[in-house]
């Protein structure tokens, strides 16, 4: 069974710090790999999304990287404002339509 | 600005009584999830439909929860009887068949009492 892990559940740094999010998936046989961003109250908003062929995607200050054989993605935030604050999760498709999700790492970026 | 939009948004009820959420996916999706989430469990996959079948629904609780498509526009989830453990947000997601974008709605917070 796939399980997701993210790694640290809870991270406060100052604004315009680079940070590093971490998600760890026991099998390595998937089919993509999607980072999200969850507002307190609201649903979920995708960011990015790898392909289990692709190394990495970057979106304007987000790079989402994906290591499939050590069972490893991380999401890099350059240059973190406080509108970053939110809850980051990780999601693995085993195959498609079939996410599996991590709990979570829920960021404060401080003024 | 296409959204997916979920009925009602916040819902109390009792143990026992029946409870029904809905959602409207994105005109011209063909793909809808139902999910839940809670602090012990995180988010986990219930159910999802492709051309208003069931697809899968091996997440979910077969005894008292029931998903449906009536139409494309509308996708229901129920539960009969409600139970405490079923407190939690759901959501509903939608899609196209095909692609591996999911388009969130903002969830039904389920208090049962």
């Known amino acids: 069974k796939q399980e997701v892990t993210q790694i640290p559940a809870a991270l406060s740094v100052p604004e315009g710090e680079n940070l590093v999010l971490n998600c760890s998936f026991t099998?390595?046989?998937?089919?993509?790999l999607q980072w999200f961003r969850q507002d307190p109250g609201k649903g979920l908003t995708s960011l990015l999304l790898?392909?289990?062929?692709?190394r990495e995607q970057t979106s304007g200050r987000l790079n989402a990287s994906l290591d499939k054989s050590s069972g490893r993605s991380t999401l890099y935030i350059a240059a973190s404002q406080p509108g970053d604050s939110a809850t980051y999760l990780c999601?693995?498709?085993?195959?498609?339509?079939?996410?599996?999700f991590g709990a979570g790492t829920r960021l404060t970026v401080k003024p | 600005d296409a959204r997916v939009t979920q009925t009602p948004r916040h819902k109390v009820t009792e143990m026992g009584q029946e409870v029904t959420m809905r959602c409207q996916p994105i005109?011209?999706?063909?793909?809808v999830f139902w999910y839940r989430q809670t602090m012990m469990q995180g988010l986990e996959l219930l159910a999802y439909?492709?051309?208003?079948?069931?697809?899968?629904d091996s997440g979910m609780p077969k005894d008292r929860f029931s998903a449906e498509m009536p139409d494309a526009t509308l996708a229901t989830l129920k539960i009969q009887p409600s139970e405490p453990r079923d407190s939690a947000v759901y959501f509903c997601?939608?899609?196209?068949?095909?692609?591996?974008?999911?388009?969130f709605g903002p969830g039904t917070r389920l208090t049962v009492l």
């Open positions: 005109l011209g999706h063909n793909t």
């Open positions: 999601a693995v498709n085993p195959r498609p339509n079939d996410m599996r």
């Open positions: 439909f492709r051309n208003r079948a069931p697809l899968d």
């Open positions: 997601a939608s899609g196209l068949a095909g692609t591996d974008t999911q388009y």
């Open positions: 099998d390595s046989a998937i089919y993509n």
């Open positions: 790898i392909q289990s062929s692709q």
